[in-house]
C-alpha cells in the first residue's frame, strides 16, 4: 500500500504545481489585461463553475481518502480547512444546477479563510507557535506540525490547501471581473 500511497503523494503535489502555475498565469493575464490576449482569461470565466466543482470535488474526496483510507488523522487545523472547503462543493454544485451566481460571494468567503487556515498551518508546520487550534500530542491529541505529505521540498498538505483555495478565489475573481468589463 505504501507504494501506493507515495504515487499518489506525486501525483497530487504534480497537481498542486499545475494549479499553481495556473494561479499565476491567470493572475498575471489580470493584472496585464491590455498586454496579453483575453481569450485565456475568457475560457477560464467560460468553465469557472466546472473547474470549481471539479477542484472541490477533489479536495473533498482525496481528504476523506487520506483520513479514511490511508489512516492519516487529520489535525485541528486539519479540521478548519475542510470546514471551508466542503461548502464550497455543495456551492458549486447548487451553482451548476441553477445556474445562480449568487455563490460566488459566499464562496470567496470560505476560500479566503480557507486560505488564512491554511498560511497559519504552515507557519505552525515550519515549526512556528503550536498553535491556538493544534491538540497537545501528549494528550492523544494530533500535532499540527505532522508532515505526511513532503514532496518537492515544499509541497505538504497545508500547501495543497492553500493552492486549492488560492485557485478557488482566484478563478471566481476573474468571473467576476471579466464580467463587469463586457
Not at 497530487?12 to 485565456?40: A, M
Not at 489535525?75 to 470546514?83: G, K, S
Not at 441553477?98 to 505552525?124: E, P, R
Request: glycine letters at 8%.
Amino acid at each position: 500500500m505504501s507504494n501506493y500511497i507515495e504515487i499518489i503523494n506525486k501525483l497530487l503535489s504534480l497537481g498542486t504545481i499545475f494549479l499553481q502555475v495556473l494561479i499565476i498565469v491567470i493572475s498575471l493575464n489580470l493584472i496585464f489585461l491590455d498586454k496579453f490576449n483575453k481569450k485565456f482569461l475568457l475560457i477560464v470565466k467560460k468553465y469557472t463553475f466546472h473547474l470549481g466543482f471539479l477542484v472541490a470535488l477533489g479536495g473533498v474526496l482525496l481528504s476523506l481518502f487520506y483520513s479514511n483510507v490511508v489512516g492519516y488523522p487529520p489535525c485541528e487545523l486539519c479540521w478548519i480547512q475542510r470546514i471551508f472547503l466542503y461548502p464550497q462543493l455543495i456551492l458549486f454544485g447548487m451553482e451548476l444546477y441553477k445556474k445562480d451566481k449568487s455563490i460566488i460571494d459566499f464562496s470567496i468567503v470560505f476560500a479566503v479563510l480557507g486560505a488564512l487556515t491554511s498560511i497559519y498551518h504552515i507557519y505552525v508546520e515550519n515549526g512556528g507557535t503550536r498553535g491556538l487550534a493544534c491538540a497537545d500530542p501528549s494528550n492523544g491529541g494530533i500535532s499540527c506540525a505532522v508532515r505526511y505529505i513532503y514532496e518537492f521540498g515544499y509541497i505538504t498538505m497545508p500547501i495543497m490547501a492553500l493552492t486549492l483555495s488560492v485557485f478557488i478565489i482566484v478563478i471566481l475573481l476573474n468571473y467576476k471581473f471579466l464580467s463587469r468589463i463586457k
